[in-house]
C-alpha cells in the first residue's frame, strides 16, 4: 500500500502549524523515542505536558517532555501509539498542532505507508503552494 495513508483516506491540511517526520529505526524499535523535529520545538512549551495524539478518531494519551535536552514524547506511550498502529521504518508521521499550552498539547497525526506523497514532498523542498493540499 505504497504512498497511501493507513487509515485509508487522506486530509487537507488546516491552517494549523504543523511538522512531519520519516520514521527511522530509533524512532522504532528497540528504543522508540521520537523526538520533536527542530522547527516544532519553538512552538511548544518547555515543560513536561500532557499530549493527546488523535488518530483513526482515536485518542491517544502521552507525555511531552519539553522540559529535557531531547524534547520528546514519553517512550512507553510512543511504543504503545507505534506498534498498535502498525508503524515501521519509513512510514511517514503528519503531526498537525490543534491545541497547544502549558496544560495540554493536542495534535492530529496522519501516517503515510512507506512514503510521502508527491504533494507533501514539494513542501519539504521548500516549494509552496497556492491552493491547499487535496488527496483523492
Known amino acids: ?3 497511501m ?11 494549523k502549524p504543523y511538522c512531519h517526520c520519516i ?3 530509533c524512532q522504532l524499535k528497540p528504543r522508540f523515542q521520537m523526538p520533536i523535529p527542530n522547527k ?3 512552538m511548544l512549551p518547555s515543560a513536561l505536558v500532557p499530549v493527546i495524539l488523535i ?8 507525555l511531552y517532555y519539553g522540559d529535557r535536552a531531547l524534547k520528546r514524547f514519553d517512550s512507553t506511550s510512543w511504543r504503545d501509539f507505534a506498534v498498535k498502529n502498525n508503524l515501521m521504518v519509513g512510514d511517514g508521521c503528519v503531526f498537525e498542532l490543534l491545541e ?3 496544560k495540554l498539547i493536542k ?5 503515510l ?3 510521502v506523497p508527491y504533494e507533501l514532498l514539494k513542501r519539504v523542498s521548500g516549494e509552496s503552494f497556492e491552493t491547499p493540499i487535496i488527496f483523492d
Open 107 to 111: 495534535m492530529r497525526v496522519q501516517i
Open 1 to 3: 500500500m505504497s504512498g
Open 5 to 15: 495513508m493507513k487509515e485509508g483516506k487522506f486530509w487537507c491540511l488546516s491552517d
Open 23 to 25: 520514521l527511522s529505526a
Open 113 to 115: 505507508s512507506g512514503e
Open 55 to 62: 488518530y483513526q478518531n482515536k485518542n491517544w494519551n502521552m
Open 100 to 102: 497547544c499550552s502549558s
Open 40 to 42: 516544532f520545538r519553538s
